[in-house]
């Protein structure tokens, strides 16, 4: 087929080829981008073929491959063998979920942060890391796992959370989002069913679609996940896996109580799931209480695998987590952790342990804790909603009217300079209480404070 034979024929994707510049892949994912956020994409569209695409643009077909690896590695769009790629259903929750889309006046509650005011605590460290003659033997590919000093380092720190392992179950991983992502490969199959709470954390669906896994959402109250409706959908079809963040469900913010966890125990121990925990808030959760509720891990070391970040505690550019397993699954793990990382930076990994080995853990520990004080009572002072189950959460939520889109609702107050997430973000079906989720540890108090007066007043618009 010639040159621009596909300049009349009816694509169901026409990007302007005058938009494009260098490196072209890039600047076609960004045209995908606005032409889903205009709404030109709708879900489920399928894309043109890479050959179509590339006759119509006069590129080379390798290029729009490109663009169409780097759109499925950033959920906007998935595959289906022998059908072709397509925009996917959660692609605008895609697009919208990183920072780099926000102007720069535009004060951010979507984005979960962890008060970045505290890295300046980190910096010592990185600067003596990079200065130890010890660093060189850092930059290998040895040790994918981590250190041994480093895992020693961990699993140390993991007890101070409730969770204990051997050595051998801790690997050192890019974030727990990383953590989820080796742990799916790992454990799962396409088609495996995932329960998860009705509300949950928006990344993990995209990851479980992306593995073309379907995810099963189950009710809750203020103590957590509902285990009789658990049970019920057990007996209903198989499911294979259950994802709990029990110290602080994002978004809701509840922290599962102690009985909660011995119900879903019974039930989880019963119907053989395994279970994934994704623990980044356990460092707050432990600290602010006298008797800290046992993990998962501890209460199911043989079907747990357990993630705790650092990206929340230490800092959220160093991207480090420590995923612990139990045995039976570690061939696996470690197999899905060749495959996707190669190795986790040891570099970033190091400068963690050192700051874990420090006083100045603790400090960052009592800090993050004020500042997560300090942002709840300013939330209290303007909303009076109650507070979740977790006392001390990293987000807060206000109910809005079902009857006005999502997009609506996030674009009003981007409008008025405040990015928020509209609670459909964070499950697969249309649900009855919708709310926007505001990030509290985002931004320095002061910033927070400004930001909570601007939604109190433009909050009323979007309530009944």
Same mark, same amino acid.
């Given at each position: 087929?010639?040159?621009?034979?596909?300049?009349?024929?009816?694509?169901?994707?026409?990007?302007?080829?005058?938009?494009?510049?260098?490196?072209?892949?890039?600047?076609?994912?960004? $045209?995908?981008?606005?032409?889903?956020?205009?709404?030109?994409?709708?879900?489920?569209?399928?894309?043109?073929?890479?050959?179509?695409?590339?006759?119509?643009?006069?590129?080379?077909?390798?290029?729009?491959?490109?663009?169409?690896?780097?759109?499925?590695?950033?959920?906007?769009?998935?595959?289906?063998?022998?059908?072709?790629?397509?925009?996917? %259903?959660?692609?605008?929750?895609?697009?919208?979920?990183?920072?780099?889309?926000?102007?720069? *006046?535009?004060?951010?509650?979507?984005?979960?942060?962890?008060?970045? =005011?505290?890295?300046?605590?980190?910096?010592?460290?990185?600067?003596?890391?990079?200065?130890? *003659?010890?660093?060189?033997?850092?930059?290998?590919?040895?040790?994918?796992?981590?250190?041994?000093?480093?895992?020693?380092?961990?699993?140390?720190?993991?007890?101070?959370?409730?969770?204990?392992?051997?050595? =051998?179950?801790?690997?050192?991983?890019?974030?727990?989002?990383?953590?989820?992502? +080796?742990?799916?490969?790992?454990?799962?199959?396409?088609?495996?069913?995932?329960?998860?709470?009705?509300?949950?954390?928006?990344?993990?669906?995209?990851?479980? $679609?992306?593995?073309?896994?379907?995810?099963?959402?189950?009710?809750?109250?203020?103590?957590?996940?509902?285990?009789?409706?658990? =049970?019920?959908?057990?007996?209903?079809?198989?499911?294979?896996?259950?994802?709990?963040?029990?110290?602080?469900?994002?978004?809701?913010?509840?922290?599962?109580?102690?009985?909660?966890?011995?119900?879903?125990?019974?039930? +989880? #121990?019963?119907?053989?799931?395994?279970?994934?925990?994704?623990?980044?808030?356990?460092?707050?959760?432990?600290?602010?209480?006298?008797?800290?509720?046992?993990?998962? $891990?501890?209460?199911?070391?043989?079907?747990?695998?357990?993630?705790?970040?650092?990206?929340?505690?230490?800092?959220?550019?160093?991207?480090?987590?420590?995923?612990?397993?139990?045995?039976?699954?570690?061939?696996?793990?470690?197999?899905?952790?060749?495959?996707?990382?190669?190795?986790?930076?040891?570099?970033?990994?190091? +400068?963690?342990?050192?700051?874990?080995?420090?006083?100045?853990?603790?400090?960052?520990?009592?800090?993050?804790?004020?500042?997560?004080?300090?942002?709840?009572?300013?939330?209290?002072?303007?909303?009076?909603?109650?507070?979740?189950?977790?006392?001390?959460?990293?987000?807060?939520? &206000?109910?809005?009217?079902?009857?006005?889109?999502?997009?609506?609702?996030?674009?009003?107050?981007?409008?008025?300079?405040?990015?928020?997430?509209?609670?459909?973000?964070? #499950?697969?079906? %249309?649900?009855?209480?919708?709310?926007?989720?505001?990030?509290?540890?985002?931004? %320095?108090?002061?910033? &927070?404070?400004?930001?909570?007066?601007?939604?109190?007043?433009?909050?009323?618009?979007? $309530?009944?």
């Amino acid at each position: 087929m010639s040159i621009n034979s596909y300049e009349n024929y009816p694509l169901t994707w026409r990007p302007d080829k005058k938009k494009l510049h260098r490196p072209i892949y890039q600047s076609l994912i960004k $045209q995908l981008e606005a032409d889903i956020l205009s709404n030109k994409l709708q879900k489920n569209t399928r894309l043109p073929s890479q050959r179509e695409l590339a006759d119509f643009l006069d590129i080379n077909f390798t290029t729009v491959g490109q663009a169409y690896k780097l759109g499925l590695e950033k959920g906007l769009l998935y595959t289906s063998i022998g059908s072709g790629t397509f925009v996917s %259903p959660n692609a605008f929750t895609s697009i919208t979920i990183s920072s780099d889309q926000v102007p720069d *006046h535009v004060i951010d509650f979507g984005l979960v942060s962890s008060f970045d =005011e505290c890295n300046e605590m980190i910096t010592p460290f990185i600067q003596a890391v990079s200065q130890n *003659h010890a660093t060189n033997g850092l930059l290998s590919y040895r040790e994918p796992l981590g250190t041994t000093y480093q895992l020693t380092i961990a699993k140390k720190w993991l007890e101070t959370q409730g969770v204990y392992a051997s050595r =051998e179950q801790i690997a050192i991983v890019s974030g727990v989002q990383n953590g989820l992502a +080796i742990t799916l490969a790992a454990l799962f199959s396409p088609g495996d069913r995932l329960a998860v709470d009705r509300y949950t954390y928006s990344n993990f669906i995209e990851l479980a $679609q992306l593995y073309h896994m379907e995810i099963v959402p189950i009710d809750f109250d203020a103590e957590g996940m509902l285990p009789e409706l658990l =049970e019920q959908e057990c007996r209903k079809k198989a499911i294979h896996g259950i994802f709990l963040m029990p110290s602080c469900n994002n978004p809701i913010g509840f922290q599962l109580s102690a009985k909660r966890r011995q119900q879903l125990k019974e039930v +989880i #121990t019963k119907q053989q799931l395994i279970v994934i925990e994704d623990d980044i808030h356990s460092f707050l959760t432990t600290y602010n209480q006298k008797t800290p509720i046992p993990s998962f $891990q501890q209460l199911l070391p043989e079907q747990t695998i357990y993630l705790a970040g650092m990206t929340k505690f230490i800092c959220a550019g160093m991207r480090v987590a420590f995923l612990v397993f139990p045995d039976k699954y570690k061939q696996n793990i470690q197999q899905a952790i060749f495959n996707i990382n190669v190795k986790t930076s040891s570099l970033d990994a190091e +400068i963690v342990t050192q700051i874990l080995c420090s006083e100045t853990a603790q400090d960052i520990l009592e800090t993050k804790s004020s500042y997560t004080k300090q942002a709840n009572e300013r939330f209290d002072t303007l909303f009076n909603v109650p507070r979740p189950t977790n006392p001390l959460p990293f987000y807060r939520n &206000l109910p809005v009217r079902n009857d006005l889109s999502p997009k609506t609702i996030e674009q009003a107050f981007l409008n008025k300079g405040i990015r928020v997430y509209h609670s459909h973000r964070f #499950t697969t079906q %249309p649900q009855h209480d919708p709310f926007i989720r505001i990030a509290l540890s985002s931004n %320095p108090l002061e910033v &927070l404070t400004k930001g909570l007066e601007i939604v109190k007043k433009e909050i009323v618009y979007f $309530q009944r």
